[in-house]
C-alpha cells in the first residue's frame, strides 16, 4: 500500500514536472517538445538532475545552477500539488485501469487553473486534453452523454445571458471545462459542482470587483472537491431538495 502510494506520488510530480512546461511555453505558442528546457533568465540548457521534480528546486535553493537567478516558487508547488492530486485520487479510486486517465483530466485542469491566473486565458488545447481524458472511462456512453447535456446547457444558458444583457455573457472555454465536469461527476453531481464554484468565487469577485477574476479556477476546484466527496454531494443535495 505504501509502496504504491510513493510511486503514485513520484508519477504525479513528474506529470507536474510537464505540467510546467505547458504552462510557460502553451501561452507563449511554444513547442512543449523542443527546444530542451533552459533557464528563463540566462537561457542557459539545464542538464538533466536540474529537472528532477521538487528535489533539484530544493538542492538549488530555488536558484539557477548558472546564473543564480530565483527560479519561481511555481515550479515546485504545481509538482507537489499534481502529486498530492494523483494520490488523493488512487485513494478515491484505487488503482484501476482509468485512474491514468481522471489523473490526467485533473492534471490538465490544474495547468488551466496555473495559466488562466497568469494569464486570464485557458487554452483550447490544454482545455480539450482535459476533456478527452475525463471521457475514458469504464461507462464512455454515459460520461459522453453527460459531458454533451453539460456542454450544451452551459452553452444555451450562455446565448439566453449574451442576449439579455446584450454582450457575451460566457466563453467557449467555460463550455468545454462544463463538458468535462459533466463527464467527470455525473449528474446531479454536476449541478452540486456548478453551485459550489459560485459560492467559491464570491469573495474574490467582490475583492476584484474592477478587474474581475478568472472563473475556471473555481470550476476546477469545485469538480475536484465534489469529485472525491461524490456521495457526501449527493447526500447534501438530498437533504437541501427534501429534507
Avoid at 515546485?76 to 498530492?84: D, R, S, Y
Avoid at 473555481?218 to 447526500?235: E, G, N, P, R, S
Wanted: proline fraction near 5%.
Amino acid at each position: 500500500m505504501m509502496e504504491i502510494t510513493i510511486l503514485v506520488f513520484i508519477f504525479g510530480i513528474m506529470i507536474g514536472s510537464f505540467l510546467n512546461v505547458v504552462i510557460y511555453r502553451i501561452p507563449k505558442g511554444e513547442s512543449i517538445v523542443f527546444p530542451a528546457s533552459k533557464c528563463q533568465s540566462c537561457q542557459s540548457s539545464l542538464k538533466w538532475y536540474h529537472n528532477i521534480p521538487i528535489l533539484s528546486w530544493l538542492f538549488l535553493r530555488g536558484k539557477c545552477a548558472f546564473c543564480k537567478e530565483p527560479i519561481a516558487k511555481q515550479y515546485p508547488m504545481v509538482e507537489f500539488l499534481t502529486g498530492i492530486i494523483f494520490v488523493v485520487l488512487y485513494f478515491k479510486l484505487g488503482l484501476v485501469w482509468y485512474l491514468p486517465f481522471v489523473a490526467g483530466s485533473f492534471a490538465a485542469l490544474l495547468a488551466l487553473v496555473i495559466i488562466d491566473f497568469k494569464y486570464m486565458a485557458v487554452p483550447d488545447n490544454v482545455n480539450f486534453a482535459a476533456l478527452v481524458f475525463a471521457l475514458v472511462q469504464p461507462d464512455f456512453l454515459h460520461a459522453l452523454m453527460y459531458a454533451a447535456i453539460a456542454a450544451g446547457g452551459l452553452y444555451l444558458i450562455g446565448l439566453l445571458s449574451s442576449f439579455i444583457a446584450r454582450k457575451q455573457a460566457m466563453g467557449g472555454a467555460d463550455v468545454i471545462v462544463a463538458g468535462t465536469m459533466g463527464a467527470l461527476l455525473g449528474f446531479p453531481n454536476f449541478f452540486v459542482a456548478i453551485f459550489l464554484s459560485a459560492l467559491l468565487a464570491i469573495v474574490p469577485s467582490l475583492i476584484k470587483r474592477k478587474t474581475g477574476v478568472p472563473f475556471v479556477p473555481f470550476l476546477a476546484l469545485a469538480t475536484f472537491i465534489v469529485y472525491i466527496y461524490d456521495t457526501q454531494a449527493i447526500q447534501l443535495l438530498e437533504t437541501i431538495l427534501y429534507g
